[in-house]
Nanobody, 115 residues
Framework: QVQLVESGGGLVQPGGSLRLSCVAS????????MGWYRQAPGKQRELVAT???????NYLDSVKGQFTISRDNAKNTVSLQMNNLQAEDTAVYSC?????????WGQGTQVTVSS
């Protein structure tokens, strides 16, 4: 069992920045791939960024160069640095862990970009 808790969401003006964090706990060793997803109302959930235990990363094309995913394996933590936020980035952001064939999700954190 893995529990994931996100934090760092909030209201920000266009051009602003936020840093999201996800802390994992439970019985599994922190060696599984993790990712950040987002879902806006009426839209399907999309994968924003992934990172392996060895820190190989992949990004949604539209956020490449704008967002940075990182992980601290000693602290079981994955972060998403989000810069130059725009209205289209507004969504609920969720942390995901893929532990073998089982996927775990956090409760999500709301990011709202508005002037």
């Amino acid at each position: 069992q893995v529990q994931l808790v996100e934090s760092g969401g909030g209201l920000v003006q266009p051009g602003g920045s936020l840093r999201l964090s996800c802390v994992a706990s439970g019985s599994a060793s922190f060696m599984y791939p993790m990712g950040w997803y987002r879902q806006a109302p009426g839209k399907q959930r999309e994968l924003v960024a992934t990172i392996t235990r060895g820190r190989y990363t992949n990004y949604l094309d539209s956020v490449k160069g704008q967002f940075t995913i990182s992980r601290d394996n000693a602290k079981n933590t994955v972060s998403l640095q989000m810069n130059n936020l725009q209205a289209e980035d507004t969504a609920v952001y969720s942390c995901n862990a893929q532990v073998g064939s089982v996927g775990y999700w956090g409760q999500g954190t709301q990011v709202t970009v508005s002037s």
